[in-house]
């Protein structure tokens, strides 16, 4: 080799010495492990459960239904139903607010009277048959208003037996011989919109139906409870 050519490697080799050497690249960054919230895991899993339980619930419910009777030709009041007025109808099992009798009583539904028209297709109640239809022949009902000092505190209920007492004028003396009376069978009470009275609907037999209401005219009338519900 030439002295030349060493002087000219040992300068490129001095340059290369002085010169700043470059840093060398990053590497591939490590991959940092999530933090598991046992937690936050464990309500993902209930709402997962609920959310399937609940979607169950809504097929299942809303496949159900149950049996009740309904009425399948017009009814007048104070008819009696027969069996051919009646039909069993499926009804969606949930929450409502009818009352429908269901099928498994068909057959004491047959032979009671309509307490109201019914109309084809109507569900029946309860409340629209009775097995007699009130008044029974050779009974009357008569309204009674009566003030709270006219009535025990305890006020009649339906099928209660009573007596309906005729009372002195207001300030008169009260009768040497025993008062005026008649037996009587409590109907159904409500709140009069006259004041704080109390109508009360009694049955009595037709013959003092008459003088009951002639004297409940006039407001001098008392109510005496002999029975509880023995009407």
Do not use: C, W
């Not at 007025?85 to 009804?91: R, T």
């Not at 629209?128 to 009674?144: H, K, M």
């Not at 009649?156 to 005729?166: A, L, M, N």
């Amino acid at each position: 080799m030439s002295s030349g050519t060493k002087v000219a490697n040992q300068d490129q080799q001095a340059r290369s010495a002085t010169r700043p050497q470059r840093p060398a690249p990053p590497g591939p960054l490590k991959p940092t492990r999530a933090r598991r919230r046992p937690a936050l895991i464990a309500l993902g899993l209930a709402l997962v459960a609920l959310s399937v339980l609940g979607s169950v619930y809504l097929t299942t419910s809303l496949g159900q239904t149950h049996q009740v009777l309904a009425v399948t030709d017009e009814v007048a009041r104070g008819s009696a139903l027969t069996a051919s007025d009646i039909a069993v109808v499926e009804l969606p099992t949930g929450p409502t607010t009818l009352e429908p009798i269901s099928a498994d009583e068909f057959d004491r539904i047959v032979n009671q009277v309509a307490t109201t028209d019914l109309m084809p297709g109507q569900l029946i109640t309860e409340k629209s048959i009775t097995p007699e239809l009130q008044p029974a022949a050779g009974q009357s009902i008569v309204g009674v208003a009566l003030a709270p000092n006219q009535m025990p505190t305890n006020q009649p209920k339906s099928g209660d037996s009573v007596r309906i007492v005729e009372t002195p004028a207001t300030g008169g003396e009260p009768p040497v011989e025993a008062p005026f009376s008649i037996p009587a069978t409590v109907v159904s009470t409500q709140p009069s919109s006259l004041g704080d009275q109390t109508v009360v609907d009694v049955q009595v037999e037709s013959k003092n139906a008459a003088a009951l209401a002639a004297r409940a005219a006039t407001g001098r009338v008392a109510l005496v409870i002999d029975a509880v519900g023995a009407g």
